[in-house]
């Protein structure tokens, strides 16, 4: 090879070593220039969002996770899919759910193993207590063993004292139907079940397992092509089993999208935010490397690159971390509007530790005072506000969407990534329940049992741990950003 050939050689590499490192170097920035701005749909900007998470939130619901009464959640993870024959489950070992032993699990909470209790007395004032507000109750007045051990065996055996008035029937009756009505949005687990389990959720962290492959992308599939109104002619971007789009990077798809009604579009956000979210668990607990048998576990850049770089996803990535954003307020919304449910005496957050339930409460109430003083919630109001017949029959199809997504979940193969898909859908369909149950919500009696609006352990338990969730994410996405700016500065 001549020299000047050798010359010309050298000169086009150190043209394009300095093109990637420019390259290298643009690239962070692009991901915070399009994660910023005002979120669509509402009037709320993503820097104030990250500050009062960071500042306000995240500590505070970081602690409320580890408390007891919110750290053990009963689950079934044996339920069959009830769409397709199964896989069969993941048999890699970071999917196994270590399952939590009952002599373990405070005695309040296994109180607790029956949704509701129902007229354990003659008193007709507690014949339609809720579990949450039975116990608290018996906090009150029980002060042995013994009382404890009564109030939990009757609440399996389900008890219903043969002598009630018949206003305590009454309120069983309209305490069924209403578990039965159409507030619920989820499926819920049957916590009776002999294959219900509790889980720590201390002991089993959502993170990367390595689940991947046809199982997990029909899941996913299912609920975006299936249950977000979507004609099958509209594909979504980066959907792989869509025909051939030539030029078209999605746009068609967002075009489309602004079309549907505010509704529809709400529903597609969720979703998205909420996989956005799943996504970024798993890129911040990633299995690095595991030497002797013990793993480690962090944030993995280049994962991170491949589910959110705008240039690596055609732009999409940007849009779904916004959508985590907008799911953030959702949820926030929620949470602030059912403070009225905890702030009365009669609830307590019961699991037999006097002292540690008032810290419990305290700290719980502390949380929702500063859900209350965010300036730019997400207005719920502005949806379903149309023609009445037709709002309701929207709304109800909404509901149904969503509900159904909620079974999808039992056909996860991962069991802790169903352990945690469970999870958080469940949060976020309790977290909808709450939003559109405001009359209800308004009318809660302060000092006596309300009939209209309950709430079991097993929502409360996961709509603190899906927001907190969302919390972490947020947190964990500014870690991402940190990581992009010092890996932009080694590239210069």
Known sequence: MSPGVRRAGAGQGAAAAVQLLVTLSFLPSVVEAQVTGVLDDCLCDIDSIDNFNTFKIFPK???????DYFRYYKVNLKRPCPFWAEDGHCSIKDCHVEPCPESKIPVGIKAGNSNKVFAITNNDALASLSFVELCTYYSKVANNTKELEDCEQASKLGAINSTLSNQSKEAFIDWARYDDSQDHFCELDDERSPAAQYVDL???PERYTGYKGSSAWRVWNSIYEENCFKPRSVYRPLNPLAPSRGEDDGESFYTWLEGLCLEKRVFYKLISGLHASINLHLCANYLLEETWGKPSWGPNMKEFKRRF???ETKGEGPRRLKNLYFLYLIELRALSKVAPYFERSIVDLYTGNVQEDADTKTLLLNIFQDTKSFPMHFDEKSMFAGDKKGAKSLKEEFRLHFKNISRIMD?????K???WGKLQTQGLGTALKILFSEKEIQKLPENS????????RQEIVALLNAFGRLSTSIRELQNFKVLLQHSRCHCI
């Not at 619901?61 to 408390?67: A, D, G, H, T, V």
């Not at 056909?411 to 069991?415: A, E, L, N, Q, S």
């Open 202 to 204: 201390l002991l089993n």
């Open 417 to 419: 990534c169903r352990l």
């Open 449 to 456: 049992p309300s009939k209209g609006f309950q709430l079991t």
């Open 61 to 67: 619901i970081k602690k409320l996770q580890e408390r």
């Open 411 to 415: 056909c996860v193969g991962c069991d």
């Open 309 to 311: 770089d705008p240039v």
